[in-house]
C-alpha cells in the first residue's frame, strides 16, 4: 500500500502563488506517474497535472502556462507550483500515484487532500 501525504495548501489572493507537496511512503517501489486532481463543490474531480516517472507532464487546459508539476525520485515527493491563481481554482486538491506491482497490475493511490482557497 502507498500512503500519500499532501501538504501546503491554504488561502490565498487571487493572482497569489501557492506550492503543494505530497509524500508517498510504504510500498513505494513500483510507483510509475504521479498527479495532482481537484475537486471543487458541486464538481467533479478533474485531473490538474501529471507526471511520469521520467517526468514527462500533462496538464489540464485550465492550468496550463500557470502550473508547473514537478517531482523528486530520492524523496519520494511530486510537487505542484501554482501561480496567478484564480478563484476557480479553489477546491481539494488530491496527490494521486499509479503503483505498478508487477506485469499489468496496477493500483492508484489518493492522498486525503488539502484545501486550496483563492479569494477575490
Known amino acids: 500500500q502507498v500512503q500519500l501525504a499532501e501538504s501546503g495548501g491554504g488561502l490565498v489572493q487571487a493572482g497569489g502563488s501557492l506550492r503543494l507537496s505530497c509524500v508517498a511512503s510504504?510500498?513505494?517501489?513500483?510507483?510509475?506517474?504521479m498527479g495532482w486532481y481537484r475537486q471543487a463543490p458541486g464538481k467533479e474531480r478533474e485531473l490538474v497535472a501529471s507526471?511520469?516517472?521520467?517526468?514527462?507532464?500533462s496538464y489540464g487546459v485550465s492550468v496550463k502556462g500557470r502550473f508547473t508539476i514537478s517531482r523528486d525520485n530520492a524523496k519520494n515527493t511530486v510537487y505542484l507550483q501554482m501561480d496567478t491563481l484564480k478563484p476557480e481554482d479553489t477546491a481539494v486538491y488530491y496527490c494521486?500515484?499509479?503503483?505498478?506491482?508487477?506485469?499489468?497490475?496496477?493500483?492508484?493511490?489518493w492522498g486525503q487532500g488539502t484545501q486550496v482557497t483563492v479569494s477575490s
Open positions: 507526471i511520469t516517472y521520467s517526468g514527462t507532464t
Open positions: 494521486s500515484a499509479d503503483r505498478f506491482a508487477g506485469g499489468t497490475s496496477w493500483a492508484r493511490s
Open positions: 510504504g510500498s513505494v517501489w513500483g510507483i510509475d506517474a
